[in-house]
T-cell receptor
């Protein structure tokens, strides 16, 4: 069974500094995808970044980058130059395909607070 | 603009009543999903549907029912059999491309049982 673990219930960072949010996963599948979503207090889930298991380079999207270490089964999110608007819950998720089933398994999230 | 709409945003229900949460998408996505989120927790999958007139149970389907009569619509009914229905409900749809299943979410419905 697939499992996502986010060990940091909460993180604090100063504005303009970088922060790393941890995510480890467990799967026996060779083909899978890793996602990070942001959930502000309004509740909507916002897609941030994606990493495929066969991608050789770490994914980047603007200020977001994914530090993918396949052997360690980790997919940490790095946010550079934090902004006050980055304060939110962050969820790591994994997709896997079993036949035609494409489901996402989510971690429990990390609450990030950016201090001015 | 394409997207996913959920209604209502807030819903109050008396114990013993069934309620239906609406989810509509105009992204032309084949797959749709319902998740439940409890305070301080991640998302748990209730039901999902990959094509019209077909759906599968997720991890916590007991006390819920769905239908998928149209590609655009995937309503969720919370029945009186659901013991603890107060939660935040999120609907999503997805496309699969290059082996990647990217899910797009609606704004959510917050259900409170009085």
């Amino acid at each position: 069974a697939q499992k996502i673990t986010q060990t940091q219930p909460g993180m604090f960072v100063q504005e303009k500094e970088a922060v790393t949010l941890d995510c480890t996963y467990d799967t026996s599948d060779q083909s899978y995808g890793l996602f990070w979503y942001k959930q502000p207090s309004s509740g909507e889930m916002i897609f941030l970044i994606y990493q495929g298991s066969y991608d050789e380079q770490n994914a980047t999207e603007g200020r977001y980058s994914l530090n993918f270490q396949k052997a360690r089964k980790s997919a940490n999110l790095v946010i550079s130059a934090s902004q006050l608007g980055d304060s939110a819950m962050y969820f790591c998720a994994m997709s896997f395909s079993g036949g035609s089933n494409y489901k996402l398994t989510f971690g429990k999230g990390t609450l990030l607070t950016v201090n001015p | 603009d394409g997207g996913i709409t959920q209604s209502p945003k807030y819903l109050f229900r008396k114990e013993g009543q069934n309620v239906t949460l609406s989810c509509e998408q105009n992204l032309n996505h084949d797959a749709m999903y319902w998740y439940r989120q409890d305070p301080g927790q991640g998302l748990r999958l209730i039901y999902y549907s990959q094509i019209v007139n077909d759906f599968q149970k997720g991890d916590i389907a007991e006390g819920y029912s769905v239908s998928r009569e149209k590609k655009e619509s995937f309503p969720l009914t919370v029945t009186s059999a659901q013991k603890n229905p107060t939660a935040f409900y999120l609907c999503a749809s997805s496309r699969v491309w290059e082996g990647r299943n990217e899910q797009f979410f609606g704004p959510g419905t917050r259900l409170t049982v009085l």
